[in-house]
């Protein structure tokens, strides 16, 4: 058993009826996600009616949400995912984009957005700092339903 800590994870991007039904049985399967909501909406019911997927894990290893990031790279669907500090580690998170198959991971604040280390700031030029600003900035296209 390792450390925990709360995690977040969003969902973005065109759905296929595979991936959507996939998803739904997902949900179903993690019985931590199940009383997980955002304004007062239950998971699945946010999934359905309002065409989001916003989930948290209280009690996440290390972090972790799996099994929805592997989810996500199987449909080329972006996300975003992000940790809250816990046992030896700090806060971070992973952004995904499938159009690029880039992931960006980063170190974080405590308030979850993203951050670059000072070492990591000295090896970059500010060119490669203003594109990187660029990346963790640009929002998750909505979730919607290609079908």
């Known amino acids: 058993m390792g450390d925990r800590t709360t995690a977040y994870f969003t969902l973005g991007g065109k759905l296929t009826r595979e991936a959507y039904d996939e998803l739904l049985e997902l949900i179903e399967q993690e019985s931590y996600i199940q009383d997980n909501s955002f304004?007062?909406?239950?998971?699945r019911e946010a999934l359905v009616e309002r065409k989001r997927f916003d989930i948290w894990i209280d009690e996440a290893n290390y972090g972790s949400a799996d099994p929805f990031p592997d989810f996500a790279r199987r449909h080329g669907l972006p996300y975003h995912h992000s940790w809250a500090s816990g046992g030896g580690y700090?806060?971070?998170?992973?952004?995904?984009?499938p159009a690029t198959g880039e992931?960006?991971?980063?170190?974080?604040?405590?308030d979850g957005g993203p951050c670059l280390p000072v070492t990591e700031l000295k090896r970059m030029t500010h060119s490669e700092i203003l594109q990187w600003i660029e990346r963790v900035e640009r929002p998750l296209p909505p979730l919607e339903f290609d079908f």
């Open 39 to 43: 304004e007062d909406t239950d998971v």
């Open 90 to 97: 700090g806060p971070g998170g992973e952004i995904y984009d």
């Open 103 to 110: 992931t960006i991971e980063y170190a974080g604040l405590h």
